[in-house]
């Protein structure tokens, strides 16, 4: 699929933002006893609401017609995305009226009941965001768990990073820091494996088809040489998105290194090292990192979707694989002709 860059600032953006806002939370009901600063709060509250009004408003340029934008909302019980374009309002409003109670000094319990409404708006859109790509079944590089799974992990992971960041710029102390960081270190391990899973995965996901196996004819020099009018119109350039083999494993080992490799590293060093100005920058570098390998990772999860339609269109994937006409089939992938027979009966 062609990546577009709205919905990879949305689905990125507002993912951290979503996770900031829950380790704030988390964070304010654990500090009853003391209060967390302003400085810390406020900031991490204002992150929480630009990020996802950012991701939102860049959003609004995927619409092929914004004007009726909002009849989204009508299928609601049925959609995954009339559910998301629900949710994600809703969360910033409970985000500004958190702040609002921040502000006016509303007593901390009734804060808090505030906060884990915005919580759960957040893991409901977190779920909405996935469930809308893992829900189209003829992409089976999104009809996955995984995709649930990366959607939450790394928008908790990039959330916290952002956290981290601001307890250390703010100077809050290390019997905050040191929690999350360790918090942080787990969460990026998850996400590195839940990562590396998925490409695996994605690249035994099924027998790739060209002209030859297509064919049933093992010839090296078989080639389209009349593409007619099937091609150069928005179902052959939206839905497939050429890139070769060896641009696309650097692309994952980047997304696995810049994302997860050395934020966690960074952490880790943090956790090890109290030095206040040193850990400051070092928490900044490890979101800024994050953040730009999760660009990329959903640019990535975007161009490896393969539309089924591709197959009819000859935009076959570059992988050398076995003829399966001449092969034996199995449960998951039978021969044309075992197709063929069970057709028949």
């Not at 950012?54 to 017609?65: D, K, P």
């Not at 949710?87 to 500004?96: E, I, M, N, Q």
């Not at 007593?107 to 469930?131: C, D, F, K, T």
């Not at 000859?314 to 063929?340: D, S």
Request: aromatic content about 12%; some cysteine.
């Amino acid at each position: 699929m062609r990546p577009d860059l709205s919905l990879i600032m949305l689905t990125v953006l507002a993912g951290a933002g979503q996770g900031l806002f829950i380790f704030l939370v988390i964070l304010d009901s654990l500090a009853l006893t003391g209060e967390l600063p302003t400085t810390f709060t406020y900031a991490a509250v204002f992150l929480s609401i630009i990020l996802p009004s950012i991701g939102m408003i860049a959003s609004t340029f995927h619409l092929g017609n914004p004007q009726i934008g909002w009849k989204a909302l009508k299928m609601w019980k049925s959609s995954w995305l009339s559910r998301e374009v629900i949710l994600l309002p809703a969360f910033l409003g409970f985000a500004v009226l958190y702040l609002y109670c921040l502000y006016a000094g509303v007593p901390a319990p009734a804060r808090l009941i505030v906060g884990y409404l915005g919580v759960l708006s957040s893991l409901g859109l977190y779920l909405s965001s996935a469930m809308l790509y893992a829900a189209i079944h003829y992409i089976k590089e999104w009809a996955n768990p995984y995709t649930v799974f990366n959607f939450i992990l790394f928008g908790l992971t990039s959330g916290g990073a952002l956290c981290l960041a601001l307890i250390q710029i703010t100077g809050l102390g290390a019997e905050i820091s040191e929690p999350v960081t360790s918090v942080l270190i787990v969460l990026g391990g998850l996400s590195l494996i839940a990562k590396f899973l998925t490409y695996r995965y994605n690249e035994n996901l099924y027998v790739s088809w060209n002209l030859r196996n297509a064919l049933g004819i093992n010839d090296p020099n078989i080639r389209l040489v009349d593409t007619g009018a099937a091609y150069a119109h928005y179902n052959t350039t939206e839905y497939h998105y050429p890139v070769t083999a060896n641009v696309n494993q650097t692309q994952q080992n980047v997304v696995l290194f810049a994302a997860f490799m050395v934020p966690i590293f960074i952490w880790s060093f943090i956790l090890m090292v109290n030095n206040p100005p040193i850990n400051g920058a070092l928490s900044i570098l490890a979101a800024v990192l994050m953040l730009a390998g999760l660009l990329l990772e959903r640019k990535l999860f975007f161009t490896q979707g393969s539309h089924l339609q591709n197959i009819y269109y000859g935009n076959f994937r570059k992988k050398p694989v076995k003829n399966p006409i001449l092969t034996a089939g199995t449960k998951t992938y039978p021969t044309p002709a075992a197709v063929l027979r069970s057709q028949e009966k």
